[in-house]
C-alpha cells in the first residue's frame, strides 16, 4: 500500500502538517525542514536517521507522498515499531497519527536553522587560525644555556598576556592533557634533552632552536583546538603568572576529571554514531597516513632547500671575501718585456665587487630565513598534527579496545565458573561471591563499550579536524612560491647592479666587456 498513499488514505493531521511545512512554491518539503520535525519527537538519533534516510530521494526535498511516509513512519516508530517501510506494505488499518503538536507550532521549523549533530564540525581553517595565535621565545639572558633551566616566554594574542614556563612545566601540561583527552589529537612535545648521537650533527644552540620552535607548534595546535581551547587547563596554563604553575594544572585537571565523565555526548555517542563507523575509521586512517607519507617527503625537500640558501650565502659572502683579499694585495706589479700589465689598476676595482657578493650574501640568508619560517615551519605544524591523529589511532586500538576485550575475557571465564557450580554445587558463600563478581564485571563491559562508542565518536570528529587542516597545503604552497619570487627578485637586482659595474669596470672604450670565453 505504501506506493497507494494520498490524500484519501491518511489521516487529516498528515495533510495538516504538509500544509504547514511545505515550501510556498511547490508542494514539496525540505529534507532539513523534516530533520527538524524529527528533532520534535522523542525518538533516539539512530532511529531519525534510519527514517530520515527511507524517505529521502538524494535531491534535498520530500514529496507529498515521501512525507506522508514519513509521518506514517515516526507514528509507527514511536509505537515502539521498527522504522521499515515494509511497514507499509499492506497496512490494512488507517495510518497511526504521530505526537508531534499542533501543524500550526510546526510552521516555524521552517524558518529555524537546522541543529547540527554533535558528531560534526563545522569550523573552517580560517575559524581555527583565528582562535589565537602562540609565541614561544627564549628568555635573552638564558639564551645559549644547555640542558640547563632555559626558560621560555609564551605569549598569547587571544589572552594579551605574556608568562614565562620551564620545560618541566610544559611536560605536566601535556601529561594533563592527555590525561583529560585521551581521546584526542594531543601533540607530542619535542625531547628534554638532545638524543645520543643528536650533538654531533647539530650545535647546542641549534637543538634549543629546534625545540623552542616545537613547543610553540605544540600550543598553537592546542590553543586552536576546538575543544582544548576553551578548557580552564589551557587558559590556566597560558595566563596563570604565579609561582607554581605546575600545582595550578594539577588543581584544574582534578577539578574537571576525564572528558568522558564531563561530556553531555559520552554516553549517547553510540546513537550519533553512523553505522559503518568502523570503515570510515579505516578509510580515514589510511588516506591520512598516505598524506603524513607525501608531507614528510615535502618538508625533508623543503629542509634541503632552505640549507641550500644558506649553504649559498656562505659561498657568496666567502666569494667576495676571497676578491677583496686579491684585490688588497698591495704587492709590486713587474714591468714585463712586451707590455705593463694592467692588473695594478684592476685590482682596486674587483676589491670593490666584494660590497656587492655580501650584499648577494645576506640576500641568500634571508631566502634561507624566509624558507625555514615560511614553508618548513608550516609543514612541520601540519605533520605534527598528522602524528598526533597517528598516535590517536593507536592509543584507541591499544587502550579502549584492548582494554574492552580484556573485561570480555574476564567476564567468560566468570561465566564458565557460574556454569561449573550449577553442575557441581558449591558453598552459597562462594556462589554469591562468584555472582557479584559477574555483575561487577557486567557493570565494567557496560562502561568500557560506553568509553569505545565515545572513543569512536572523538576519532570521528579528529578525523574531521585534519581534513579541516588540509586547504593549509594552499598556505604552504603560496609561501614556498612568494618565498622564491621574492627572493629571485631581490638577488636579481643586485645581480644586475654587478653586471652594470662590470661593464663600467672592465669593458673597453666602447664600454663592451671582453668575452668570457675565446672564440
Known sequence: MAADINEGTVPSYYREVHQAICSRTDERVSISVFQRVLSKTSLSITIQNQIAEHVNGGDGFLSKVSLYKGLALIALAQQGKPPSPKLLENFIQEFPKPQLGEPKELQSLKMQLVQESPLNLSLTLAELLKKDTIKVELIPEKKGLFLKHVEYQVTSERFTVSV????????VFHELLLQRYA????????????????????????????????????????????????????????????????????????????????????????????????????SSRELIKNIHNSFQKLRDRAERMAERSKGNATDLLMFGKELS?????????????????????????????????????????????????????????????????????????????????????????????????????????????????IVQQENAIQAMELRNYFSLFCLHQESQLIFTHLPITSHILGSFVNSQVQGHKEMGEVWQDLHSKLKSLFGDGNGQSPPLSPK
Open 164 to 171: 614565562y614556563r620551564r620545560y618541566n612545566d610544559f611536560d
Open 183 to 282: 581521546y584526542r589529537v594531543v601533540p607530542a612535545l619535542p625531547p628534554k634533552r638532545a638524543l645520543k648521537g643528536v650533538l654531533t650533527s647539530m650545535s647546542e644552540r641549534e637543538f634549543i632552536e629546534g625545540r623552542r620552535r616545537a613547543l610553540g607548534r605544540f600550543l598553537n595546535l592546542v590553543a586552536r583546538h576546538p575543544v582544548f581551547s576553551e578548557d580552564e587547563l589551557v587558559k590556566t596554563f597560558l595566563t596563570f603568572s604565579g609561582s607554581d604553575v605546575q600545582t595550578k594544572l594539577r588543581d584544574a585537571c582534578k577539578k574537571s576529571g576525564d572528558e568522558f565523565m564531563t561530556c553531555k555526548y559520552a554516553t549517547q555517542a553510540k546513537d550519533y554514531l553512523p553505522g559503518d563507523i568502523q570503515s570510515q575509521f579505516s
Open 325 to 437: 683579499s686579491l684585490g688588497s694585495d698591495e704587492s709590486p706589479v713587474p714591468i714585463l718585456a712586451s707590455c705593463k700589465s694592467p692588473w695594478a689598476a684592476l685590482r682596486r676595482s674587483v676589491k670593490g665587487l666584494s660590497v656587492e657578493f655580501s650584499l648577494l650574501s645576506e640576500k641568500a640568508a634571508q631566502q634561507g630565513r624566509r624558507e625555514e619560517d615560511d614553508v618548513v615551519e608550516k609543514l612541520n605544524l601540519f605533520l605534527d598534527l598528522l602524528q598526533s591523529y597517528r598516535d590517536l589511532c593507536e592509543r584507541h586500538e591499544k587502550g579502549v579496545l584492548h582494554e574492552h576485550q580484556r573485561t570480555l575475557q574476564k567476564y567468560g571465564v566468570m561465566k564458565r565458573q557460574m556454569l561449573s557450580t550449577t553442575v557441581q554445587p558449591k558453598e552459597q558463600v562462594s556462589v554469591e561471591q562468584l555472582e557479584s563478581r
